[in-house]
């Protein structure tokens, strides 16, 4: 109680929010204002467990470099991190800290203040996620040694698609896996879809629960939602992050035959195949060549290779059929987005996936979409078609929003 009444004082003050999202070997953190989204310090730890860890900072304009010591794990990376936040006179800013969280399960639609219950919930859900909700414990331990006085707040990646209806979430599998062993779809990216679907809100210049979208979020990760009034109907990825289009190193939607091809007659163990679907598919594997967009679009341009075009074709061709299906959750439609590092910035994927989308309306203004990447935002429609929008995402500045708010509320 005492500690929950510290926390509620902290939030009250509210003036940046130290957004952390832990991986396996990294740990990826941003110090934002809730309220601008300016970001006052930002950076990577990388490659920790070896003794190749280092810790890149930037603030104000310059980056530096720090290598890890021993034991090269997350709690050293935070006590550096710590170390130049102190430097640079910004510990005293930070109220609060917002972690991503992968996989919240049904239990957790919104965010959530961290407490043991729910430290173990999400150490329960791993089942789910076994790749991602250790790392992001980890990080939250890590962050409750390095930060011991400030709340800690979870932001879940699967919390905005809790709204989507039964006929989307259950599989055509028996009913009880689902009701005694929660496999279900889930869907991922949702603190992405949800930022750029408010953004997209503020360009129709009407409330998001009004808003009728569909949301493709291409990075190394690939999802597609489609948002019905403000709320995610449905979206292309499942119980993990493997179901759905094509991705950097992931398969997609594959016929679950073909697994047992792999095991039965091609001698694969079951771990090799994780590998397989997981690692060294997608446009890696299609291609031969690289999981990059950036390098097989170069491949394909300048070099006519014929299997990086075969990948990027297979990709763009998967996600306009993965948009087009979600004409069946809507009756109205105000526009598509573009978002992740591909959706940001490939010129080529998005005029790809558009000249397929005809049926639906939609055509590109070439002009505007050479001219809208690398950060910038706005409509690329050509004057006729619906309109379709590049939005940078803003996942960060989501937690801390999501995490000030929360904070806010129970200090009322
Ligand atoms: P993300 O996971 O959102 O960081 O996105 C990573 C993907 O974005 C990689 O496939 C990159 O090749 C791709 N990407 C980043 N910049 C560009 C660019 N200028 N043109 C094409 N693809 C890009």
């Known amino acids: 109680m005492t500690q929950q009444k510290t926390h509620n004082k902290a939030a009250v003050k509210a003036d940046a929010i130290l957004v952390i999202n832990c991986g396996s070997s990294s740990v990826k953190f941003s110090l934002i204002r809730p309220l601008s989204g300016e970001t006052l310090l930002s950076g990577l730890a990388e490659c920790l467990l070896s003794s190749a860890a280092e810790i890149t900072i930037k603030h104000h304009g310059k ?35 917002g972690h991503r969280v992968v996989h919240g399960g049904e239990q957790y639609s919104e965010p959530t203040l961290l407490n043991p219950q729910v430290e173990q919930a999400i150490g329960e859900l791993a089942k789910l996620a076994p790749l991602h909700n250790p790392a992001n414990l980890n990080g939250i331990k890590a962050c ?19 709204s ?53 979020h291409l990075g190394n990760g690939c999802s597609v939602a489609v948002i019905k009034n403000g709320e995610s109907v449905d979206t ?55 999981n990059d967009c950036r390098t097989l679009e170069d491949a394909m341009l300048t070099d006519n290779n014929a299997q990086a075009k075969l990948a990027m074709t ?33 010129t080529w994927v998005r005029t790809e996936i558009v000249k397929q989308l005809g049926l639906l309306n939609f055509s590109l203004d070439e002009e505007k979409n050479q001219a809208t990447r690398f950060g910038a935002s706005g409509n690329i429609a050509d004057k ?19 995490s000030a708010q929360l904070l806010a509320n129970a200090a009322k």
């Open 144 to 162: 409750q040694q390095a930060f011991a006085d400030l709340p800690q707040v979870a932001v879940f990646d699967t919390a905005f698609h809790q």
């Open 236 to 290: 292309s990825m499942g119980m993990t992050p493997g179901e759905g289009v094509l991705m950097g190193t992931r398969c997609g939607d594959i016929d679950a035959g073909i697994i047992f091809h792999l095991v039965d007659n091609l001698g694969y163990s079951i771990n090799e195949v994780d590998k397989l679907v997981n690692k060294e598919s997608g446009l890696l594997g299609v291609s031969g060549l690289s």
């Open 164 to 216: 989507m209806p039964e006929k989307a979430y259950i599989y055509g599998l028996p009913y009880s896996l689902y009701k005694e062993h929660g496999i279900r779809r889930y869907g991922f990216h949702g603190t992405s879809h949800y930022f750029v679907a408010k953004q997209a809100a503020k360009y129709l210049n009407k409330p998001l629960e009004q808003c009728n979208l569909i949301s493709a």
């Open 63 to 97: 980056k530096q470099s720090y290598k890890l010591t021993a034991p090269f794990n997350h709690q050293a990376a935070l006590a550096v991190l710590v170390e130049q936040l102190q430097q640079s006179n910004l510990v005293k800013d930070i109220s609060a800290i």
């Open 314 to 346: 297979v990709f763009c061709y998967r996600i306009a059929k993965s948009i087009a299906s979600y004409s069946a959750s809507l009756t109205q439609l105000d526009g598509l987005i573009f978002t992740g590092g591909i959706g940001e910035n490939s």
């Open 384 to 402: 006729n078609s619906r309109s379709c929008w590049v939005i940078a995402t803003n996942e960060e500045w989501v937690i801390a929003e999501q």
